[in-house]
């Protein structure tokens, strides 16, 4: 079965992908009180960005022109909450689709969240920047 899946090509197949991962985002415990409690997400904007962002890395259409982490230095998230947004990140591409662009997904996912989780454990009380 996994041999059937297709690989990413189209801004459709990215749109899957985002729609699917935030799905799962919204029905998850750990995650869905962060987007939808504590940074009150307006999906209908935030869900068009993420097409652009991962349309932008995936199949090179320059959309994305922001800067992703300041949004997060607010969130109350540490490792545990990367540690299942990943999770959910890399099911939803093995569900959905297989292949080099799959393959690139994942990782990019996997190093921007390292990234992440990395930068934000540097936050502290005396933080001025
Ligand atoms: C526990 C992990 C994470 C949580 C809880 C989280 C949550 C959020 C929230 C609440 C926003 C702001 C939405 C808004 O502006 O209304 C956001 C934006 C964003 N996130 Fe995350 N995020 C996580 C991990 C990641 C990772 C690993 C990536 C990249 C692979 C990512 C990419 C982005 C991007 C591109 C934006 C849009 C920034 C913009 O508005 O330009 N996030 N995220």
């Known amino acids: 079965m996994p041999d059937t899946l297709p690989d990413i090509s189209t801004e459709a197949d990215i749109r899957l992908m985002v729609d699917t991962f935030y799905g799962k985002v919204n029905h998850d415990a750990l ?44 969130l109350p998230i540490d490792a545990t909450h990367f540690k299942r947004w990943l999770e959910l990140f890399l099911t939803t591409v093995d569900e959905l689709y297989a292949g080099p662009k799959a393959e690139e997904a994942k990782l990019r996912a996997l190093n921007i969240a390292n990234m992440f989780e990395y930068r934000l454990r540097q936050r502290g009380p005396l933080q001025v920047h």
Do not use: T
Not at 47 to 64: K, V
């Open 31 to 74: 995650l869905a009180p962060i987007f939808n409690g504590f940074a009150q997400v307006n999906w209908e904007s935030h869900l068009p960005i993420m097409y652009d962002f991962w349309s932008s890395i995936l199949l090179g259409s320059a959309r994305y022109h922001g800067r992703p982490f300041p949004k997060h230095l607010p």
